[in-house]
């Protein structure tokens, strides 16, 4: 499924959709030469199953804020939160596509603006939330908006 920008009556499918097309399309996984059929290095949901990392979930977070475009205009103001989240094996894997997604991201806002209609694109944090030991999966969560104007 490819999508141009962001439709209004599928806006928060719209932009999680195209943030994942944005990594899979520009982030390279370390591990594609290996990596399982069927399994993928980035999804829109976080893993039901058993799953070979490093991965990259993409989830809608909700809105944030939301504003009227004016008295008696059909136009609305909102501002989507997406959680980007890295699943590696360890902390420099983690750390590695974390700063590819970040420098990708932080070159395309202009973009994001004029070709899929996300506008204000902002990170508002980055956490590392680790499982205990040297075995346990260390990930990364950026917390990116976007604001988009809907008609």
């Known amino acids: 499924m490819t999508i141009t920008s962001v439709a209004t009556a599928t806006f928060l ?8 097309e ?31 990392y490093p991965i ?3 989830v809608d977070r909700g809105l944030t804020d939301y504003r009227k475009g004016g ?21 420099k894997e983690r750390d590695e596509i974390s700063q590819a997604i970040y420098n990708r991201f932080r070159t395309r806002q202009v973009s994001f603006s004029t070709t899929e209609l996300m506008h204000d694109y902002k990170v508002s944090n980055m956490t590392n939330v680790d499982e205990p030991g040297e075995q346990g ?15």
């Open 71 to 91: 008295m008696a205009s059909t136009v609305s103001y909102h501002t989507l939160s997406i959680e980007v989240r890295v699943w590696g094996r360890n902390v």
């Open 56 to 58: 990259v979930t993409v």
């Open 13 to 20: 499918a719209d932009t999680v959709i195209l943030i994942r």
């Open 137 to 151: 999966i260390k990930s990364k969560i950026l917390t990116i908006s976007f604001l988009e104007i809907l008609g």
């Open 22 to 52: 944005e990594i899979v399309a520009n982030i390279t996984d370390p591990i594609s030469a290996t990596r399982p059929s069927g399994e993928r290095f980035c999804t829109t949901a976080y893993p039901k199953r058993s799953v070979t």
